[in-house]
């Protein structure tokens, strides 16, 4: 099957929102996010980008179907929520692009899709004179009992990318998990690269 990934913005992204809203809530219910999501928070959290005239979503289709979404929007865009996180680590929210999320159902995967989400995602930053680029990535503990045993970790692949970990600069996030009675706060771990 063949794939076409494409840069939407504007009305275009406009129209994607809410497939982008049922796909995070498909994908980020596997681990290691274990989120047990709903399509009134997803339609309140993508407003976001609606509201944003920097904002691009990459869409992975095949045929008319989106399969696969990744997400940016300046960081700044988000000041209120992470703003504590980079308190103290010297970096200008107004100079970093924020890659949100990537999400692509299984089937999809192992094609090189997600190092294109990169690509679409870090031109369309340079373009718009970002200097650095990051995105965060939940921390779970390693004998977490949902914990799939083939789990593999993406970290090689940021790393390939050009991506590190920044260090103590980590956000914190409520949501509730498929396995449990209510929200819970989970810390995600901030990565950067320079452009």
């Known amino acids: 099957m063949s794939l076409r990934i494409e840069a939407l913005t504007g009305a275009a992204l406009d129209a994607a929102l809410e497939d982008v809203a049922r796909l995070r809530i498909t994908v980020f219910r596997d681990w290691p996010y274990l989120y047990d999501g709903n399509l009134e928070y997803e339609r309140s959290y993508l407003q976001s980008y609606r509201d944003s005239d920097k904002a691009v979503i990459v869409g992975a289709f095949d045929g008319n179907t989106l399969v696969g979404v990744a997400t940016g929007t300046p960081l700044s865009d988000h000041a209120d929520d992470f703003a504590a996180a980079f308190s103290g680590s010297g970096i200008d929210l107004a100079t970093v692009f924020y890659c949100a999320e990537s999400v692509l159902l299984p089937d999809y995967r192992g094609r090189g899709v997600g190092h294109a989400f990169f690509d679409l995602r870090e031109t369309h930053a340079r373009k718009l004179g970002y200097l650095k680029s990051a995105f965060c990535a939940v921390q779970r ?3 977490h009992p949902l914990r799939p045993a083939n789990y593999r970790p993406l970290d090689a692949f940021w790393r390939k990318r050009g991506y590190a970990p920044l260090e ?9 998990d498929v396995d449990q009675p209510a929200e819970s706060s989970k810390s995600l771990q901030f990565w950067i690269r320079d452009l």
């Open 141 to 143: 503990p390693a004998d």
């Open 168 to 176: 103590n600069v980590a956000a914190r996030f409520s949501w509730k």
